[in-house]
């Protein structure tokens, strides 16, 4: 990084590039100094501070003004539905709260009232601060902050979600309650392959090999900002795999593409697709309302609150308490390491522990 000395009038000032909010580089003058050795002194000290990344920049930038832009530069970068959910957060939330403060005047005791007056859940919340957090994060990298504010302030603590299990009673009653449904299928496959519910509606025929029943995970339809159905790339790599599948699943694709082909027949504006699961149309599954139907059903058939990512949850809970071990589950839940599982399942995994205790000493002192 270069500067230089200059005189101008009676005074002595120099200039500096520093970074900018576009990213490019823009020059800052410094002046006022009587003497040309004070102002070498002081450019020697915003060298040294430009260098160890210490020197604050200032900028007359709003908040949102800079929540807009650092959005702009994410959306290449960031799924289409991390997108969309931080764009309802930045200009429905953020931006009329907060935006017009200058960024540089940004105090915790500001961020902190947004959360005590915002009338919203505390997992809410804390996605908000998340995205504020790591937005001003950038800021302070970037040098236009000497500090993230976020940091200072209590962050919402939401109250963990603890997911329904379902015992195989209950799967026994739930799928009964759902024969004839056109939920059926799409559901007893969620609770026999544990697979999310972007990847089940983003499934093709031609992910189905019915020789070898093989099923091949390969995309995961979301929903982007605009509300438009997008196909994207699973979660993460781990998450393209194959699942072998039993013959059971292998029963249901055939009658999920003997009702596709039925409603084909006798709907007039029928579109053929190469999903699996569709609208009595033709059209690909809206995820949102694929939960919408089955939150629906649940709510009045006795299963009050069970979520459709609870059937992934009840498919990992009965693999471990079954003995299948952490890593091929991991491996056919799609996690990006074991670690994962190992959290997400802690409690099972430590009954588990416990019964292998009673075993070994079973085994040691029979």
């Known amino acids: 990084m270069q500067g230089h000395v200059r005189k101008r009038g009676k005074k002595w000032c120099f200039v500096v590039d520093v970074p900018s909010m ?19 002194k002081a450019l020697s000290k915003v060298l040294n501070e430009i260098n160890t990344n210490t ?37 429905k939330h953020l931006i009329p709260s907060l935006g017009k403060i200058k960024l540089a005047k940004l ?32 800021a302070r990298k970037w040098q236009m902050i000497h500090q993230n504010v976020c940091d200072l302030v209590n962050s919402p603590k939401p109250k963990k979600y603890t997911a329904k299990v379902l015992e195989p009673s ?82 249901l694709f055939k009658k999920q593409r003997k009702e596709n082909l039925e409603m084909q ?9 190469e999903y699996v699961f569709v609208e009595p149309n033709g059209d690909r599954m809206n995820p949102n309302n694929f939960s919408k139907r089955f939150n629906y059903f649940v709510n009045r058939n006795g299963f009050k609150g069970l979520r459709v990512h609870d059937l992934r949850h009840t498919n990992a809970t009965i693999m471990l308490s079954s003995g ?17 599982t190992m959290d997400i399942y802690s409690h099972v995994l430590d009954d588990l522990n416990e019964e292998a205790t009673q075993k070994i000493e079973e085994k040691m002192f029979k």
């Open 55 to 91: 020197l604050v920049i200032p900028d007359d930038s709003t908040l949102g003004e800079y929540l807009t832009y650092w959005l702009n530069m994410y959306k290449d970068k960031l799924s289409p539905t991390t997108i969309a959910g931080y764009t309802i957060i930045i200009e």
């Open 107 to 138: 105090k915790p005791l500001m961020v902190q009232d947004y959360y005590n007056k915002k009338k919203l859940s505390e997992r809410t919340l804390l996605n908000h601060h998340r995205l504020l957090r790591k937005a001003l994060e950038d």
């Open 324 to 340: 299948v071990p952490a890593k091929v589950a991991s491996k056919r839940l799609g996690h990006s390491n074991i670690s994962t």
């Open 265 to 273: 027949l006798y709907i007039e504006d029928y579109k053929e697709s």
């Open 170 to 251: 209950d799967i026994s009653k739930l799928l009964a309650t759902l024969e004839g449904n056109r939920l059926y299928i799409p559901i007893a496959l969620l609770l026999m392959l544990g697979l999310r519910r972007g990847e089940l509606l983003g499934l093709k025929w031609s992910d189905i090999d019915f020789k070898k029943k093989i099923l091949h995970i390969r995309r995961n339809l979301v929903m982007d900002e605009d509300s438009n159905l997008v196909i994207k790339d699973p979660k993460n790599e781990t998450s393209k795999r194959d699942l072998p599948l039993s013959d059971r699943a292998i029963e």
């Open 22 to 40: 576009d990213g490019k580089r823009k020059q800052k003058w410094y002046s006022g100094y009587k003497t040309k050795k004070e102002a070498q």
